[in-house]
């Protein structure tokens, strides 16, 4: 059975840090690039970072560049996300997803995605 799961989330000041877990199971973890996306109130999901399947390959959102950063352990079928400087507008519902791309190279398209989590909500206020 696939799944995805976010840790981590919480209420966090603004310039505050957090640092998200995805942790994965029931399918080949370093096979895939592994994205993490966020969705707040009233907008469409949108790309945050994502980390190719053996951790050489990276890309960010420019909202986010300078601020968060992704890393993985394929030994703990886990990726985490740095996030610091933290601003209200960050504030959302962050998921994890695993797209199928043995490679050097991830994308940021959502539809690209084959598996998800159920998301992690992380709220930026004073």
């Known amino acids: 059975q696939v799944q995805l799961v976010e840790f981590g989330g919480g209420l966090v000041p603004p310039g505050g840090s957090l640092r998200l877990s995805c942790v994965a199971s029931?399918?080949?973890?370093?096979?895939?690039?592994i994205g993490w996306f966020r969705q707040a109130p009233g907008k469409e999901r949108e790309g945050v970072l994502c980390i190719s399947s053996d951790g050489s390959g990276t890309d960010y959102a420019d909202s986010v560049k300078g601020r968060f950063t992704i890393s993985r352990d394929n030994a703990k079928n886990t990726v985490y996300l740095q996030m610091n400087s933290l601003e209200p507008e960050d504030t959302a519902v962050y998921y994890c997803?695993?797209?199928?791309?043995?490679?050097?190279?991830?994308?940021?398209?959502?539809?690209?995605?084959?598996?998800w989590g159920q998301g992690t909500q992380v709220t930026v206020s004073s």
């Open positions: 029931g399918f080949t973890f370093n096979f895939y690039a």
């Open positions: 997803a695993a797209d199928f791309k043995k490679s050097r190279r991830c994308v940021l398209a959502k539809n690209a995605y084959t598996y």
